[in-house]
């Protein structure tokens, strides 16, 4: 069965950067939907952002836009969200998901594979 697997994540400082990577074990994923979402402690999940299988088209939560920017690497399998001037809003665990559609979602029930997540944490 086909996992997703995030890294990248950690501590960092208040206007800092950090960048998260997520590929599935077990093989390719074909045509799919790649979606970043974070869940804060005491707060309900929560979109991010999301990129079509081409990488042409892109979404993102209006508290990210601007700072983060989500991409994939179809030749590595991989989807990147590379986060920049990173606030201690952003604290959070950052989940990785992949949903078997050609249509960007921001749903999270839309997504079919999700990963263990990666802790996030902000200092100010």
């Known amino acids: 069965q086909v996992q997703l697997v995030e890294s990248g994540g950690g501590l960092v400082q208040a206007g800092g950067s950090l960048r998260l990577s997520c590929a599935p074990s077990?093989?390719?994923?074909?045509?799919?939907?790649m979606g970043w979402f974070r869940q804060a402690p005491g707060k309900e999940r929560e979109f991010v952002a999301a990129?079509?299988?081409?990488?042409?088209?892109?979404s993102y939560a209006d508290s990210v836009k601007g700072r983060f920017t989500i991409s994939r690497d179809n030749g590595k399998n991989t989807v990147y969200l590379q986060m920049n001037s990173l606030m201690p809003v952003d604290t959070a665990v950052y989940y990785c998901?992949?949903?078997?559609?050609?249509?960007?979602?921001?749903?999270?029930?839309?997504?079919?594979?999700w990963g263990q997540g990666t802790q996030v944490t902000v200092s100010s």
């Open positions: 077990g093989g390719p994923f074909g045509t799919v939907v």
């Open positions: 998901a992949a949903a078997r559609r050609t249509m960007i979602t921001r749903i999270d029930r839309l997504y079919d594979y």
């Open positions: 990129v079509s299988w081409s990488g042409a088209s892109t």
